[in-house]
């Protein structure tokens, strides 16, 4: 049975997986930085100074008016559609940069296969049995 497990767990496809699955982790925190560090900063600067990240509707009378997000979830019961916008944001950001990876990936994979094979040079006795084989085709017959 560990043979059996040992021949899985080291099968490409498995490690692959796993390979895929950290990269992707990491390329997660990445674009989670860019939205809340880059592009709702300055989303917020085009519209006034708007920030999403502390935009909710308190559903309990304990929530303060004016708290910061993370504060009124401590005090009560909270929507944070703000939090929200900024996930959808961060959503499309990764599902836009997948997108464009697959499209150059199938546009490569379209050039190589459309590539003409080389034609590798025949050597010279190999021609030289083709002309005679030609010559050979175009005698008459006695």
Request: charged content about 20%.
């Amino acid at each position: 049975m560990l043979e059996e497990f040992k021949k899985f767990a080291l099968r490409g496809n498995v490690v692959d997986l796993a390979v895929g699955v950290i990269i992707g982790a990491a390329f997660g925190a990445i674009v989670t930085s860019a939205v809340q560090d880059v592009f709702m900063p300055m989303i917020g600067a085009i519209t006034g100074g708007l920030d999403f990240s502390n935009y909710y509707l308190p559903l309990s009378s304990k929530v303060q008016a004016g708290a910061a997000y993370a504060e009124a979830k401590k005090q009560g019961a909270v929507i944070g559609y703000g939090q929200f916008i900024t996930v959808a944001i961060n959503f499309m950001i990764v599902a836009f940069v997948l997108f464009l990876v697959i499209r150059a990936m199938n546009k490569l994979q379209t050039k190589e296969e459309a590539k003409p094979e080389a034609i590798a040079e025949v050597p010279a006795d190999v021609k030289i049995l083709g002309e005679i084989r030609d010559l050979l085709a175009t005698r008459p017959k006695v």
